[in-house]
């Protein structure tokens, strides 16, 4: 049974551009959250999806944006990265009736120059 | 959304049991508390979750009293590989639209040989 897997691992971009990370959730799971961790701190919740829809949102702007596709994965893309996007880019699956028991992937360190 | 407060750091030795408490004093009727683990350079991994009284499984132990404004999580005979970051989650599990999981700076317990 495969667990969260997420792409690229690793990726390494310039200001001002746009990057696009992708996520497949657990096996059964159809919520997926995605996350944002700098270094030192503990993760922040950009924003989670549900039947293709962003149900709710954390203190992102805009230039984060999501999509959820039909098979659940998900998509987080960042337009015009600054330097502060530079994190720990983390996706979580769970279940509707159980979103505190979410099993995360590895992540997407993302780091902008 | 209840807001939670941990210790910022504890240390332990191998074999001891660890206790670590949070608390959460704005704690609502439909909450849960969920206490995950994260090593360096990956996502978090869900440890157990509890409403009231003593959940136990085969990693940890939570105790949560009668007033519920506080829990412990509770490791026994830890090893150097617990060495981790513990955070405590507070929320109602249900996929509301009240949903944002708040992770704040987790406690950091450091196991020594």
């Known amino acids: 049974d495969a667990g969260v897997t997420q792409s690229p691992t690793h990726l390494i971009k310039t200001r001002g551009q746009q990057v696009t990370l992708r996520c497949s959730p657990k096996?059964?799971?159809?919520?997926v959250s995605w996350y944002q961790q700098a270094l030192g701190q503990g993760p922040q919740f950009i924003f989670q999806y549900y039947e293709e829809e962003e149900r709710q949102r954390g203190n992102f702007p805009d230039r984060f944006s999501g999509h959820q596709f039909p098979n659940y994965s998900s998509e987080l893309n960042v337009n015009a990265l600054l330097l502060g996007d530079s994190a720990l880019y983390l996706c979580?699956?769970?279940?509707?009736?159980?979103?505190?028991?979410?099993?995360f992937g590895p992540g997407t360190r993302l780091t902008v120059t | 959304l209840a807001k939670t407060t941990q210790p910022i750091s504890m240390d332990s030795y191998e074999g001891q049991e660890v206790n670590i408490t949070c608390s959460h004093n704005n704690i609502a009727t439909n909450d849960y508390i969920t206490w995950y683990q994260q090593f360096p350079s990956q996502g978090p991994r869900f440890i157990i979750q509890?409403?009231?009284t003593k959940v136990t499984n085969e990693v940890a132990s939570l105790f949560i009293p009668a007033d519920r404004k506080s829990s412990t999580l509770s490791l026994p005979r830890v090893s150097l590989s617990d060495t981790a970051v513990y955070y405590c989650?507070?929320?109602?599990?249900?996929?509301?639209?009240?949903?944002?999981?708040?992770f704040g700076a987790g406690t950091r317990l450091f196991v020594k040989a």
């Open positions: 096996s059964g799971h159809d919520t």
């Open positions: 509890g409403y009231k």
């Open positions: 979580a699956s769970s279940f509707p009736q159980a979103v505190y028991e979410q099993y």
């Open positions: 989650l507070v929320g109602d599990r249900r996929n509301t639209g009240g949903f944002k999981t708040i």
